[in-house]
């Protein structure tokens, strides 16, 4: 996909779908709905769909600009959480025998196994996420101001160094066997909404012809927020020169900044211009980290999550014991399809 094709895709006149890759598996939100497929060892895709009532809907002031941002960022984490989990069982991974550690966690705390092992690794990734995105940076900010650097340079290296840790992390992950798989499956949501985006049928082939870099992902939108809390940090806070202050300041203010950033990916993502597309590029470019090239059968899963989310299960499809549709094509998933009942076999 060329450069001027992509610079075409990224103003999309068509209703907003989002997406979150999942190991072996992709989910698709579209305005009322969402869906996750994965493909199990046999070959098959399980789906599952799911309505919801977007927050906004319910009261119009969580719709306005910059709270939509937090309430967003909220409501993805949520979301995103939910969807690891739900997409584990759906594979298999939740077959797994737990620690002793996870197992004595359950019965002290009464929840299952698999709400535990997921509780885990919830706390572990905010712990890591807080660790390295704020803890550290803040801590070379104060040691700066501590030797003598003025709070300008020493706020602009605390950015930098933050997003260069996001860098080394990103590529750190991709030499993961199975989270470049995920990255794969990431490229083909990508390629996936963007067919939808431009009106052509949900086909593996039309997919494939698109990039996998797309201006509303999450990553664009992390680099976004580090800019943005590194500018706010010029002006607020800059004689703050207590480690933990200044931590707890960044803390504080995220919610401020996610709102921020959430309308400016917004913006960049529905307007075009040689400025626009300038200040796109550094988030399209980080996407190639966290978005590598499908094959078929992975852009076959994520088209199934598109049909699914915005039509709805097929009729009659055959279950699995735990209740999830069974597909092999995602023909199989197209609007209107409706497999025979079993009294029509």
């Given at each position: 996909m060329s450069d001027k094709n992509l610079k075409k895709q990224a103003a999309c006149p068509r209703v907003?779908?989002?997406?979150?890759?999942?190991?072996?598996?992709v989910m698709m939100k579209a305005p009322d709905a969402i869906a996750i497929t994965v493909r199990r060892p046999d070959g098959s895709m399980v789906v599952k769909r799911q309505e919801y009532t977007p927050a906004a809907r319910k009261h119009k002031w969580l719709g306005w600009?910059?709270?939509?941002?937090v309430v967003n960022m909220?409501?993805?984490?949520?979301?995103?959480?939910?969807?690891?989990?739900?997409?584990?069982?759906?594979?298999?991974?939740?077959?797994?025998?737990?620690?002793?550690?996870?197992?004595?966690?359950?019965?002290?705390?009464?929840?299952?196994?698999?709400?535990?092992?997921?509780?885990?690794?919830?706390?572990?990734?905010?712990?890591?996420?807080?660790?390295?995105?704020?803890?550290?940076?803040?801590?070379?900010?104060?040691?700066l101001m501590a030797i003598g650097v003025t709070g300008t340079p020493a706020t602009l290296i605390g950015g930098i160094v933050k997003i260069l840790i996001l860098i080394g992390y990103m590529i750190f992950c991709g030499f993961v066997p199975d989270v470049r798989r995920t990255f794969q499956y990431h490229g083909a949501e990508h390629k996936t909404v963007y067919c939808n985006e431009n009106g052509l049928p949900l086909t593996p082939e039309?997919?494939?012809?698109?990039?996998?870099?797309?201006?509303?992902?999450?990553?664009?939108?992390?680099?976004?927020?580090?800019?943005?809390?590194?500018?706010?940090?010029?002006?607020?806070?800059?004689?703050?020169?207590?480690?933990?202050?200044?931590?707890?300041?960044?803390?504080?203010?995220?919610p401020v900044v996610a709102g921020v950033s959430y309308e400016i990916l917004k913006?960049?993502?529905?307007?075009?211009?040689?400025?626009?597309?300038?200040?796109?590029?550094p988030g399209l470019q980080m996407q190639r980290l966290t978005t590598k090239q499908p094959d078929e059968k992975m852009l076959e899963v994520a088209i199934v999550s598109m049909n699914?989310?915005?039509h709805g299960l097929p009729e009659n499809a055959p279950k699995t014991e735990d209740g999830y549709t069974i597909l092999h094509s995602y023909k199989e998933s197209e609007k209107g399809y409706r497999f025979p009942a079993e009294n029509e076999a």
């Open positions: 907003d779908i989002g997406g979150q890759a999942v190991m072996e598996g600009p910059i709270i939509r941002g909220g409501s993805m984490l949520g979301m995103g959480m939910k969807t690891l989990e739900e997409s584990t069982k759906m594979l298999g991974v939740m077959d797994e025998e737990p620690t002793k550690f996870e197992k004595w966690l359950a019965q002290k705390l009464g929840k299952g196994i698999d709400k535990v092992v997921m509780a885990v690794a919830v706390v572990l990734a905010v712990l890591l996420s807080v660790g390295l995105f704020i803890l550290i940076p803040s801590a070379v900010e104060t040691g039309n997919a494939a012809q698109f990039t996998t870099l797309h201006p509303r992902c999450g990553t664009a939108f992390l680099l976004i927020v580090f800019v943005i809390s590194m500018l706010l940090f010029l002006v607020v806070g800059r004689g703050i020169n207590v480690w933990i202050w200044r931590f707890l300041l960044h803390l504080a203010l995220l913006g960049l993502a529905h307007a075009d211009g040689p400025v626009i597309r300038a200040l796109r590029w699914v989310a915005l």
